[in-house]
């Protein structure tokens, strides 16, 4: 609440908390635009989706931008005025294409350099194998899924499904397998049911898609990570229990990737480098990506282009953050540093790779690709917090 006049980038709504947001935000004159982090990947009967974009949802926004055309047909009856929602795609898709690969190379080189050849894994089991416990689980997360207790069943099988998996891979594979958990996952379950195994390596650091680009093979069980594996031009392996329920699952992380449920034949697979025959991808794929993420599309321009639309006259934000703000802002970053909580780990784990110093390696680089954004200045506020501003 210290700034009035402003855009407010919402990363999705949930239903209890968001109105709440909005409010204070509608107090302050701000507009509220929706971009929404998981905007696409659900289970089969669209649960997440129906309720992040919700009646609730477009009424209460200035607008809501969509990743593709399958997703307005899914909800589209939730609109009550269509010039406000545009089918644009998510700029994180965006910069998965081949020109804008120079942003990773330097990282994706370290990577090689110091792990050499490796398969990479990707996991997604933070119902089951959460940082904060199951109960956190079942009580956040059962008024979205009524079957929550069946997810968090299911995670756990697929976390045991995946340690079988490596631990004997690991003995057969002549390189390195990068064990990448999700964020909210609890990575000590891990570590210490590869303990003693050199080969595997433990990490949650650096963008996922550093760590794909340089890998020799990507598995995951149905992982949001198979998407942007195959947008970058790699074959994704999924990697699933047996018998397993197709309503516990995303399906489209499955649609994309070549499925195994039997541990032994995707080892035998793997060993004779089947995947090397992978030639360029079908039609259907294709469609799917496509339909679901827009990637034909100009993302970044035309998000930007709807946002400024919003004003009438350019705004003179003069806003500035008070130096007891600022002391306030200090403390709450120490907190999270140094908080030693469960949630402190969950915050830490979440915010890896937003370091100063790799914002300001991206921003030199996006200025080489894009020389508008040379105007472009950032500025370190506190832990996980920057100003964007531009030089005049």
């Known amino acids: 609440q210290l700034f009035a006049n402003y855009v407010y980038l919402d990363k999705g709504y ?67 005025d269509l010039s406000k929602t545009t089918t644009t795609g998510h700029p994180r898709f965006e910069l998965l294409k081949n020109n804008f690969h120079m942003l990773y190379k330097t990282e994706v080189s370290k990577i090689n350099k110091k792990y050499g050849k490796y398969i990479l894994i990707n996991t997604n089991m ?3 194998n959460n940082l904060k416990g199951d109960e956190f689980v079942d009580s956040n997360y059962k008024s979205r899924f009524k079957n929550i207790n069946e997810i968090i069943s299911f995670d756990k099988k697929k976390c045991e499904s995946f340690i079988s998996l490596l631990i004997k891979l690991s003995k057969q594979y002549d390189g390195n397998i990068i064990f990448r958990p999700h964020p909210e996952e609890n990575l000590n379950i891990y570590k210490e049911a590869f303990k003693g195994i050199e080969n595997i390596k433990v990490l949650f650091e650096g963008s996922s898609i550093d760590w794909i680009l340089g890998c020799e093979l990507m598995i995951h ?9 195959t947008i ?34 995707l080892i035998k697979y793997i060993i004779n480098k089947s995947y090397e025959n992978f030639q360029e991808q079908d039609k259907s794929i294709k469609k799917i990506i496509e339909n679901y993420f827009s990637v034909s599309k100009s993302s970044s321009t035309l998000i930007k282009n709807e946002i400024v639309n919003l004003f009438s006259k350019k705004l003179d934000f003069k806003n500035k953050i008070s130096f ?16 030693n909580t469960k949630s402190h780990r969950l915050v830490r784990q979440k915010l890896q790779g937003i370091e100063y110093n790799n914002f300001k390696r991206l921003n030199f680089l996006v200025n080489r690709i894009n020389p508008e954004f040379k105007k472009v200045k950032m500025k370190y506020i506190s832990y996980g917090l920057y100003k964007f501003y531009t030089q005049k």
């Open 232 to 265: 970058m031009g790699k074959k994704a392996i999924s990697f699933l229990p047996r018998n397993y329920n197709s309503s516990l699952v995303t399906k489209l992380p499955l649609d994309v990737s070549i499925g195994f449920t039997d541990e032994n034949t």
């Open 221 to 229: 069980p149905d992982c949001s990570t198979a998407i942007e594996s």
């Open 14 to 80: 949930h239903h209890g908390t968001s109105e709440v947001i909005y409010k204070k935000i509608r107090k302050k004159n701000g507009k509220i635009v929706n971009l929404d982090e998981e905007g696409a990947i659900d289970f089969p009967e669209s649960s997440i989706l129906k309720s992040r974009y919700s009646k609730t949802l477009f009424k209460s926004s200035d607008h809501v931008f969509l990743w593709g055309e399958s997703q307005f047909n899914l909800i589209k009856n939730n609109i009550e």
């Open 324 to 339: 007891k703000n600022y002391l306030f802002l200090l403390m709450f970053s120490l907190k999270l540093k140094l908080g």
């Open 126 to 128: 933070g119902f089951g």
